[in-house]
């Protein structure tokens, strides 16, 4: 009966992985051979289970409701984006009359400034579009609630 005891005082721990290796090993055995104290841990293990995964979806879902309600945030950002595509773009315009067709500069830095410039614009593109649709999708959740 004593080894009940000692037992049950340390099912907490064991399920919290806070145990040394020999009085985990003990609570193992002993769980294994008592019926009363094996469902004492199923209890606990059950509530342990069912609080750290409430914990974790509440987290998780304040963490993205807070990210969908900042609509400054949101609304700078897809100005910022916009404002960086738009300047983006007028400068390769501008370099497309002057500084691309022009005979001094070597032809591999014309490469590989248009490819920074490219690539750059696809990830702005890229970026901006997930923002939209982020966007209506959280429209669309708000209609629906
Ligand atoms: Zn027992």
């Keep these: 009966m004593k080894l009940c005891d000692k037992t049950q005082e340390l099912i907490s721990g064991y399920l919290d992985n806070e145990l040394t290796q020999q009085d985990s090993q003990m609570v193992r055995v002993h769980i294994e051979s008592c019926d009363n104290c094996k469902s004492i841990y199923q209890d ?35 100005i910022g984006w916009t404002l960086l595509i738009i300047g983006l773009i007028g400068l390769m315009i501008f370099q497309a009359f002057t500084f691309f067709f022009s005979d001094e500069v070597p032809v ?3 490469l590989l400034a248009f490819a920074i410039e490219a690539g750059a614009l696809a990830l702005f593109i890229s970026v901006l579009r997930q923002r939209l649709i982020a966007q209506k999708t959280d429209k669309y959740k708000k209609v629906q609630l």
Excluded: G, M, W
């Design 108 to 110: 591999i830095i014309k």
């Design 44 to 78: 606990l293990y059950a509530i342990k289970k069912a609080t750290s995964e409430l914990d974790y979806r509440t987290t998780e879902a304040e963490k993205i409701h807070k990210l969908l309600q900042e609509p400054t945030a949101k609304n700078f950002s897809v």
